[in-house]
């Protein structure tokens, strides 16, 4: 990664023991330095070295040649009239671009950023706009991590809470995902419990996260809870049906306590007959652990697939309810920029 800023080393994202080997091979400082650029990264997140009042002039001419912040470069941010959504898009060092966002939720006074772990996804989900863009690569973790310093240093806000809902299929870059998760905890200070994981069922994957008993919260995108729609809208479903998931689902759940949320995009006339909520039903009533579903009004893309009807929603709910699970239905943020959900496809618009 050394070589991938004009020669500069990026100091953002990183955890605290890897920019301690950089100062240490570049630098040779007193090991005190790793703990105060480690606080100017991270507490204070400045990409500013001049202001680093607590090193010399001297110093700071030092880290500006040697070093930069952010490892992310912000090419454009849009902020949505309708709810002020900001959806950001960045390069990454090698050229390639991804997209995060930060939504407001009215009911809640904490920020909440859906960050990408993957340049475009492999899994291509039919309705999505960022499987159409196929794979390139996996994010490293200081890449993820810094998606939310460099929104939390141009909006001037703190953000709270994180769902990897972004481009990419998190459970792909199981080890990434870990890493930067680790980072946000213990130097950026979002706790796990405020962290959301949603894969669209990798089964190993799965049950190698539940092994690492970190407490995050686990979404499942399900889109149905029939194996032949389901492999059609969610293609990994033809390599782990249904059954292979909830067995995995119990595995994750038993090794680490946590809730399962199933997503389900309402999609017209394609995945939200009676029919469909009745076998969602009989799908989550019975399994041995606690879940809950949340309902997903579709955002559209270029896809030929439309959001079903709101009474329709309703109804869908009132179905899936009677299995004695709760269902919610999604707030959709962020249309109006293409940064709703299923929307990210790294378009300037
Ligand atoms: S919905 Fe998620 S898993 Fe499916 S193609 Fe889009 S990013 Fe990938």
Redesign the pocket.
Known sequence: MSQILKNKIPLSGLSKDEIGQFISQELNWEKFRIEQIHSWIYAKNSDNFQAWSDFSLDKRVILAEKFAIPLVETKERQISKKDKTEKYLFSLPDGQLVESVLMRFKDRDSLTACISSQVG?????PF?A??KLGFKRNLIAAEIVDQVMSMQRISGEQIHNLVFMG???PLNNLDNIVKAIQIFRESVGIGVRHITV?T?GIVPKIIELGETKIQINLAI?LHSAKQELREKL?PVARRWNLFDLMQALKVYFDQTGRRITFEYTMLKNINDTNEDAQALSDLVRDLPFPCLINLIPYNSTDSEFECSDRNRIQQFKSIVERSGRKATIRITLGSDISGAC?QLANKNT
Do not use: D, F, P, R
Request: with cysteine; proline share 0%.
């Open positions: 996804c492999a899994v291509g989900c999505c960022t499987g481009q990419g299929e949603s669209s995108s969610v299923g």
